[in-house]
Nanobody
Framework: VQLQSGGGLVQAGGSLRLSCAAS????????LGWFRQAPGKEREFVAG????????VYADSVKGRFTISRDNAKNIVYLQMNSLKPEDTAVYYC????????????????WGKGTQVTVSS
């Protein structure tokens, strides 16, 4: 099972879209999530999406700025990030679980390698 994603560098106030392509699993049966980890901090939940995409959950820190979506036909999950702030700088990870606890780091079954997002002030 592989989860791959892409990131980048952006100025504060700008936008960036992360994508994560999955292979080796029945994509539509997995709840998907995005997490992030800043230097010296624990990995934290950012956003999650249900199997069908009908239900989404966001951390308070990104609510209204970030949008998670998925394309089950292409096995891809996206994270659209708008109005980025320097405090959004972190390594971002996509993750998948067959369970329902999309906000819990320890509940995820598979993890992507992580991608660096840097927001300059």
């Amino acid at each position: 099972v592989q989860l791959q994603s892409g990131g980048g560098l952006v100025q504060a106030g700008g936008s960036l879209r992360l994508s994560c392509a999955a292979s080796g699993l029945t994509f539509s049966r997995y709840v998907l999530g995005w997490f992030r980890q800043a230097p010296g901090k624990e990995r934290e939940f950012v956003a999650g999406i249900s199997w069908s995409g009908a239900s989404t959950v966001y951390a308070d820190s990104v609510k209204g700025r970030f949008t998670i979506s998925r394309d089950n036909a292409k096995n891809i999950v996206y994270l659209q990030m708008n109005s980025l702030k320097p405090e959004d700088t972190a390594v971002y990870y996509c993750a998948a679980t067959k369970g329902i606890q999309m906000e819990v780091v320890g509940a995820m079954d598979y993890w992507g390698k992580g991608t660096q997002v840097t927001v300059s002030s």
